[in-house]
C-alpha cells in the first residue's frame, strides 16, 4: 500500500497551511482540505487524550470520504497549572484570544522561573481499510508575560521555545517548522510510514 493522497481532518486553516507543508516532506502526495472533499462538520472532540481525539477526527473522515485521513490533536501544558490546559487547550476559552488572556490570568503572580511549559501534538493517519498509524511530539519551553508576534496561531504569541529562545509567534514559518510540536510528530509519523513502505524515502 501506497500513499497517494490524503485529507486533511481539521477545519483549523492555521493547521491546515502547517500540515500540507509536513506531508510535502513524505514525497508528492495530493493533500485535500474538507471542503474539497465534503461539507462535514467535525465531530466533538470528546476523548480523555490527544491519540482519542486525533482518531476520532481522522475515523470520522474515513468513513464520510473513503480516502485516507490525516489528524491532529495538541495543547498546551503548564507545569503550574498541573499540565492544565492541555487535552481542552482549543476549549479553555472561546475562541483564541480568550484562551491567551485566560492563561496569562491564570499565571499572572507566577515568576518567570516556574512558568515552565511544553506544547503536545498526536497525529494519526487513518486508512480505510481500518489501519490507523499515530505519532507524537513536544517542544520544551515557557509561558511569556504578554503576547508577541503576529504569526502562528493559538497560544504562539505566548509560548518561548527553549530551543530558539524566542516566542513562536515571531518566528518564520520555516523556524516554526523546524521546532514545533507538530513538525516533529509528524516527521516521527513520516518515519513509521516509511517503515511501512506506506511512503518513499524521506
Same mark, same amino acid.
Not at 477545519?11 to 462535514?40: C, F, M, T
Given at each position: 500500500?501506497?500513499?497517494?493522497?490524503?485529507?486533511?481532518?481539521? =477545519?483549523?486553516?492555521?493547521?491546515?497551511?502547517?500540515? *500540507?507543508?509536513?506531508?510535502? %516532506?513524505?514525497?508528492?502526495?495530493?493533500?485535500? @482540505?474538507? $471542503?474539497?472533499?465534503? +461539507?462535514?462538520?467535525? +465531530?466533538?472532540?470528546?476523548?480523555?487524550?490527544?491519540?482519542?481525539?486525533?482518531?476520532?477526527?481522522?475515523?470520522?473522515?474515513?468513513?464520510?470520504?473513503?480516502?485516507?485521513?490525516?489528524?491532529?490533536?495538541?495543547?498546551?501544558? !503548564?507545569?503550574?497549572?498541573?499540565?492544565? +490546559?492541555?487535552? /481542552? =487547550?482549543? /476549549?479553555?476559552?472561546?475562541? %483564541?484570544?480568550?484562551?491567551?488572556? *485566560?492563561?496569562?490570568?491564570?499565571? /499572572?503572580?507566577?515568576?518567570?522561573?516556574?512558568?515552565?511549559?511544553?506544547?503536545?501534538?498526536?497525529?494519526?493517519?487513518?486508512? $480505510?481499510?481500518?489501519?490507523?498509524? =499515530?505519532?507524537?511530539?513536544?517542544?520544551?519551553? @515557557?509561558?511569556?508575560? !504578554?503576547?508577541?508576534?503576529?504569526?502562528?496561531?493559538?497560544?504562539? $504569541?505566548?509560548?518561548? #521555545? @527553549? %530551543?530558539?529562545? *524566542? !516566542?513562536?509567534?515571531?518566528?518564520?514559518?520555516?523556524?516554526?517548522?523546524?521546532? #514545533?510540536? *507538530?513538525? /516533529?510528530?509528524?516527521?516521527?509519523?513520516?518515519?513509521?510510514?516509511?517503515?511501512?513502505?506506506?511512503?518513499?524515502?524521506?
Amino acid at each position: 500500500m501506497t500513499l497517494a493522497r490524503l485529507v486533511l481532518a481539521t =477545519s483549523n486553516a492555521g493547521k491546515v497551511r502547517e500540515l *500540507r507543508g509536513l506531508v510535502a %516532506e513524505w514525497g508528492p502526495i495530493e493533500v485535500l @482540505s474538507l $471542503p474539497q472533499v465534503l +461539507p462535514l462538520e467535525m +465531530p466533538e472532540e470528546t476523548g480523555d487524550t490527544y491519540l482519542e481525539n486525533a482518531l476520532l477526527k481522522a475515523r470520522a473522515v474515513v468513513a464520510v470520504s473513503g480516502l485516507p485521513a490525516l489528524a491532529d490533536d495538541s495543547g498546551i501544558e !503548564v507545569d503550574a497549572l498541573d499540565g492544565r +490546559p492541555g487535552v /481542552r =487547550s482549543a /476549549r479553555y476559552a472561546d475562541g %483564541e484570544a480568550a484562551c491567551n488572556a *485566560r492563561l496569562l490570568a491564570e499565571l /499572572r503572580d507566577v515568576p518567570v522561573s516556574l512558568r515552565t511549559a511544553r506544547y503536545r501534538a498526536v497525529v494519526a493517519l487513518a486508512f $480505510p481499510d481500518g489501519l490507523a498509524i =499515530s505519532a507524537d511530539g513536544t517542544c520544551e519551553g @515557557s509561558i511569556g508575560f !504578554v503576547e508577541r508576534g503576529t504569526g502562528g496561531f493559538g497560544y504562539d $504569541p505566548l509560548f518561548v #521555545s @527553549s %530551543e530558539l529562545g *524566542r !516566542v513562536v509567534g515571531e518566528m518564520s514559518a520555516d523556524e516554526k517548522a523546524r521546532i #514545533s510540536h *507538530r513538525a /516533529r510528530a509528524m516527521r516521527a509519523l513520516g518515519q513509521a510510514l516509511q517503515a511501512r513502505g506506506i511512503v518513499a524515502s524521506l
